[in-house]
């Protein structure tokens, strides 16, 4: 059996999960603060609180979470997991995202079945869907300042992200052909920089 590639390995000396249940109580924690929006909460409790990965780290990996099919926070916790117990730790990390929220959502389920037609609740509902998008926003800003980092010059990767905007929210176009089109713009420039 090979050796993980030394940029795998983590550094003994940065925090880490103490243990499965650990991993598990923080996705936990984390899924139940995470309503309509969770790349904020994510961002936040991984990076800045528990500082299990540097932002470059955390940028890295939700952008192979987000390129991989299924929920993108549920890709992020399998390779967390992973990254400290293996499958153990990803299988930890996934029913702590999962288990509890769970819950909720078939209460609420029953609770919505019941009162979806009440004025309150649909304004409700249109409040958290706002807050959820400037929740989006916020990390997106906080998130941008590893765009200095990247091999892309920074006025291509605002065209790509100008294009993303436009096709996907004016143009209607399918994110099956938008993501892989721009991702792979983003690849050939980023190659063409670093080699």
């Known amino acids: 059996m090979r050796a993980p590639p030394p940029a795998a390995v983590p550094d003994p000396d940065r925090p880490r999960p103490t243990s499965l249940a650990d991993l598990f109580v923080s996705f936990t924690v984390l899924a139940l603060q995470g309503f309509g929006g969770v790349l904020a909460v994510v961002q936040r409790e991984i990076v800045e609180r528990k500082r299990w990965l540097t932002q470059e780290e955390f940028i890295e990996d939700w952008a192979v979470a987000q390129i991989m099919p299924g929920p993108n926070v549920l890709n992020l ?98 994110l099956a052909w938008v993501l892989p089109t721009l991702g792979a713009l983003g690849c050939v420039l980023a190659w063409r920089r670093l080699r």
């Open 77 to 174: 916790s399998i390779m967390i997991g992973a990254r400290w117990f293996g499958l153990p730790g990803a299988a930890a990390a996934v029913a702590g995202l999962l288990a509890l929220p769970l819950v909720l959502v078939l209460v609420l389920a029953a609770f919505h079945a019941q009162y979806a037609d009440h004025p309150a609740v649909a304004g409700a509902l249109r409040g958290m869907a706002a807050v959820s998008a400037g929740l989006i926003a916020a990390t997106g800003l906080k998130l941008s300042s590893a765009l200095a980092r990247s091999p892309i010059p920074l006025p291509c990767s605002v065209g790509i992200a100008a294009a993303a905007f436009a096709l996907l929210a004016w143009l209607r176009a399918p």
